[in-house]
C-alpha cells in the first residue's frame, strides 16, 4: 500500500530545518583563507592610519618660513623614494625630493607638486614657481586613530575587508568556519563520468551540482560520493559520516517507491522533520535528524535537487556560518503568462532582469523536474502559488535571485 505522507508548506519546512541548525564555534583563520567568512570579533586599528605623515604627490617638501614669495630658490638636501626616510629636521632654505606616500621630514608643512619645479643651474638646487593652499600632506591617523573600529563582528569577509586588515598586518581573523558537508548521490542507476555508461544507465549529474552549489555558497564539502540503492550500506556510511560533518545532503531515494530507502532511512533510523512538502518540483524532499546531525534528502531530479537547494539547504548552511542571506528575496512581475494550474506552489527556474524599477522574470527552459537544461542558465526562482489559473504576463510574483554564478 502507498503510505500518505502529511505535508507541509515550503515556507514550515525551512523554518524546521533553520530550527535544527546551531551557529557553529568561531575558529582562528588564517587572513587569505577567510573570504566570505563572517567576523566572530570586532577588529579595531592596532596603530593610526596612516602612521606616518605621508606626502601626498610627487613634488619638494618645504618648511612653512619659506612658503611665500614665489618664484623661490631651495637647496635640494635629500631624495626621500617611498619606503625611505629623511631622519633629519628640514630647515629653512632646504627641500628634499620626495614621492607620493613616502614619509615626510619633520619640519616640512608642505609639498610643491612636481609640476611646479624648475630646475636649475646648479643641480643641488631646485627653483619652485608657485604654492598651492594644501598642504598635500596627509597627517598621521587621517583615516584611523589607534582604537577606532575597522570591522565590527558579523561583517562578512570580502576582498576589501582582506584589504583593509592587511593594511594593518593582521594575518588571523576569528570567524565563524565553513559548515562541514557531505554530498552523497544514492541511486543504483547512476554512474561517474569517465566511466562507460552501459544501457540504462545514467550519468551522476548531481554530484558536481550540489558540490559546486554547496562550495558557492559557503560549506566546505568534505565528503562526495555515490552510493547504490542498498539500505544497509547506505545507513552503514551514514553512521560513518554523521558524527563528522554539519549537514549531510543526498540526492535520490526520497518518493514511495521500493528502492527508496531514504525515505526509510528518515522513518526508521532517524529522527524525521518531514517528508512531504506542498510543492513542485520536489515534493517528496525530505529532512531528518540521523544521530543528531541535519540531514537534508533532496529528490534524485535534477531540476527539483537544484531548487531543494536553495530554498531548504542554503538557509542551513548561512545559519552555521553566521551570514546573511546571499539570496535575496524580491516581487518580481512575469514577463510572459504561466498559466498551468497546480495543486501544490510552484517552483520555476527562471530569469530576472530589473527594468523600469522592477524584476521582470520569466522561466527558462523546461519546468519538468527531470530536465536540467536550464540549470546553466537560471538566475531566480519564481513562485507560482497552488490554484486553478497560475500567473499571467504583468502579475506579481515571489521571486528568488540566486547568487551562485561565478
Ligand atoms: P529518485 O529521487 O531516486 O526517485 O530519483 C528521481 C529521478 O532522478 C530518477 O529518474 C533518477 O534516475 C534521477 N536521479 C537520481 N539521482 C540522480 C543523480 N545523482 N544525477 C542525475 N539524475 C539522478
Ligand atoms: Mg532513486
Redesign the pocket.
Known amino acids: 500500500m502507498i503510505e500518505r505522507r502529511a505535508t507541509i508548506p515550503f515556507s514550515e519546512a525551512r523554518q524546521l530545518i533553520t530550527e535544527h541548525v546551531e551557529r557553529l564555534q568561531p575558529v582562528s583563520a588564517a587572513l587569505f583563507l577567510a573570504r566570505g567568512m563572517v567576523l566572530a570579533e570586532s577588529i579595531y586599528a592596532p596603530f593610526p592610519s596612516p602612521y606616518f605623515r605621508r606626502s601626498g604627490y610627487d613634488g619638494f617638501a618645504i618648511c612653512a618660513e619659506d612658503d611665500h614669495d614665489f618664484p623661490i630658490t631651495l637647496q635640494v638636501v635629500a631624495e626621500v623614494p617611498c619606503g625611505a626616510t629623511y631622519n633629519k629636521r628640514l630647515n629653512p632654505g632646504e627641500t628634499v625630493r620626495i614621492m607620493t606616500g613616502a614619509k615626510v621630514p619633520e619640519g616640512a608643512s608642505k609639498i610643491i607638486m612636481l609640476e611646479q619645479s624648475q630646475v636649475v643651474e646648479k643641480p643641488e638646487e631646485i627653483r619652485l614657481i608657485n604654492s598651492q593652499p594644501h598642504s598635500n600632506i596627509t597627517e598621521i591617523g587621517t583615516e584611523f586613530q589607534t582604537g577606532d573600529l575597522l570591522l565590527e563582528k558579523g561583517h562578512q569577509l570580502n576582498a576589501g575587508s582582506l584589504s583593509l586588515l592587511a593594511s594593518f598586518g593582521v594575518t588571523e581573523v576569528k570567524v565563524w568556519p565553513k559548515p562541514k558537508v557531505a554530498i552523497l548521490?544514492?541511486?543504483s542507476?547512476?554512474v561517474a563520468a569517465g566511466d562507460t555508461l552501459p544501457d540504462g544507465k545514467?550519468?551522476?549529474?548531481?554530484?558536481p551540482?550540489l558540490v559546486s552549489l554547496a562550495e558557492d555558497y559557503g560549506a566546505e564539502v568534505v565528503y562526495h560520493e555515490?552510493l547504490s540503492?542498498d539500505y544497509e550500506a547506505t545507513r552503514a556510511r551514514l553512521e560513518e559520516i554523521a558524527g563528522e560533518v554539519d549537514l549531510i545532503l543526498t540526492?535520490?531515494?526520497?518518493?514511495v517507491?521500493d528502492?527508496?530507502f531514504?525515505a526509510e532511512i528518515a522513518k526508521r533510523e532517524a529522527k524525521l522533520l518531514f517528508n512531504k512538502i506542498q510543492m513542485r518540483p520536489g515534493s517528496?524532499t525530505t529532512a531528518m535528524l540521523f544521530e543528531g546531525t541535519l540531514l537534508l534528502a533532496?529528490?534524485?531530479?535534477?531540476g527539483?535537487?537544484f531548487t531543494g537547494f536553495h530554498l531548504f539547504a542554503e538557509p542551513a548552511l548561512r545559519k552555521f556560518s553566521g551570514k546573511p542571506s546571499s539570496i535575496l528575496e524580491v516581487k518580481g512581475i512575469m514577463a510572459q503568462d504561466y498559466l498551468k494550474n497546480n495543486g501544490y506552489d510552484r517552483f520555476l527556474r527562471g530569469k530576472a532582469y530589473f527594468s523600469n524599477g522592477e524584476y521582470q522574470v520569466e522561466p527558462v527552459g523546461s519546468d519538468m523536474?527531470?530536465s536540467?537544461g536550464n540549470l546553466p542558465f537560471a538566475d531566480c526562482l519564481i513562485m507560482i502559488p497552488r490554484g486553478k489559473v497560475g500567473k499571467a504576463k504583468g502579475e506579481e510574483v515571489r521571486v528568488w535571485l540566486l547568487s551562485s554564478k561565478s
Do not use: H, K, R, W
Not at 540526492?251 to 518518493?255: A, F, N, W, Y
Not at 533532496?298 to 535534477?302: E, I, K, Q, R
Open positions: 548521490s544514492t541511486g542507476e547512476l545514467i550519468y551522476n549529474s548531481n554530484e551540482l555515490a540503492d540526492t535520490g531515494g526520497v518518493s517507491g528502492f527508496d531514504m517528496p533532496l529528490s534524485g531530479n535534477p527539483a535537487c523536474s527531470s536540467l
